[in-house]
Nanobody, 120 residues
Framework: QVQLVESGGGLAQTGGSLRLSCTAT????????MGWYRQAPGKQRELVAT???????NYADSVKGRFTISRDNAKNTEYLQMNSLKPEDTAVYFC??????????????WGQGTLGTVST
């Protein structure tokens, strides 16, 4: 069974930083595109950033220049470095990954979510 295990998050002040990690566990042949999404209270889940296996990145306009997505393919792990945080970045952050399992099944998997809170 493939799972995404998130860590990081917590509380930061405006202008501060947080770092999230997400590791895909289980029988994985290859982790393809990985990404981060977030859902603020009362709002729909939205894309934050994605990164392909080759390292091509894509960011939401609201986080460009402040957030950096990266990954370690050997560890099936992705990271989200969040700098210059704003109160509107407060949300539950979910990691996402498209994977091919050891049984060559293609799956899209979600993490359990981690809360990032930015205080004023």
């Amino acid at each position: 069974q493939v799972q995404l295990v998130e860590s990081g998050g917590g509380l930061a002040q405006t202008g501060g930083s947080l770092r999230l990690s997400c590791t895909a566990t289980g029988s994985i042949s290859r982790a393809h595109t990985m990404g981060w999404y977030r859902q603020a209270p009362g709002k729909q889940r939205e894309l934050v950033a994605t990164i392909t296996h080759a390292g091509t990145t894509n960011y939401a306009d609201s986080v460009k220049g402040r957030f950096t997505i990266s990954r370690d393919n050997a560890k099936n792990t992705e990271y989200l470095q969040m700098n210059s945080l704003k109160p509107e970045d407060t949300a539950v952050y979910f990691c996402n990954a498209a994977v091919t399992t050891g049984a060559f099944e293609y799956l899209e998997v979600w993490g359990q979510g981690t809360l990032g809170t930015v205080s004023t």
